[in-house]
T-cell receptor, first 112, second 114 residues
């Protein structure tokens, strides 16, 4: 069965520092991988996704992620954190026609 | 373009009262529809999904039920709310063909059972 593991329920970085949120997955089929962001009391918004093609995927708000099949990873990065990046981030994998399998989420805290 | 509407945004209900949350999707046909819940400090829990009218799959046995009376309408219900039903409820949809390439979320309903 597919699963998604996000390392760290909370990640704290200083404003201007590198953001790295980790995601590892297991999948029995070629995976489609996703990162979503959720601001307080709002729905989830797609940041970026990998389906096929280039393994380095760029998304909104300066985020990017790289699909590494050998490491079964899809880590999310941003070179320089802004205060507005404070939110919860979810990694997910598409396992079939019907469901996304979700990680537990990582809350990103930005220190001034 | 496709849009998803979910209401109400917030709801405070007494224990034992009924619940009805509604979600509608515009701009697409035959979507897959989902209800998720987020309890405080926890991740996304899939409650129900539907691949067509009248077709509901339950992921977690509980005090809630779902119905899909129309192609683009998904309703979450309860006959008697429990304190443990409090949480943030999210409706979502995805295209119904092939492997999911994106899920689109509503703005959520904050339910507090008192």
């Amino acid at each position: 069965a597919q699963s998604v593991t996000q390392l760290g329920s909370h990640v704290s970085v200083s404003e201007g520092a590198l953001v790295l949120l980790r995601c590892n997955y297991s999948s029995s089929v070629p995976p489609y991988l996703f990162w979503y962001v959720q601001y307080p009391n709002q729905g989830l918004q797609l940041l970026l996704k990998y389906t096929t093609g280039a393994t380095l995927v760029k998304g909104i708000n300066g985020f990017e992620a790289e699909f590494k099949k050998s490491e079964t990873s899809f880590h999310l990065t941003k070179p320089s954190a802004h205060m507005s990046d404070a939110a919860e981030y979810f990694c997910a994998v598409s396992d079939s026609n019907y469901q996304l399998i979700w990680g537990a989420g990582t809350k990103l805290i930005i220190k001034p | 373009s496709q849009t998803i509407h979910q209401w109400p945004a917030t709801l405070v209900q007494p224990v034992g009262s009924p619940l009805s949350l509604e979600c509608t999707v515009e701009g697409t046909s035959n979507p897959n529809l989902y209800w998720y819940r987020q309890a405080a400090g926890r991740g996304l829990q899939l409650l129900f999904y539907s691949v067509g009218i009248g077709q509901i799959s339950s992921e977690v046995p509980q005090n809630l039920s779902a119905s899909r009376p129309q192609d683009r309408q998904f309703i979450l219900s309860s006959k008697k709310l429990l304190l443990s039903d409090s949480g943030f409820y999210l409706c979502a949809w995805s295209a119904s063909w092939g492997q999911i390439t994106e899920a689109f979320f509503g703005q959520g309903t904050r339910l507090t059972v008192v």
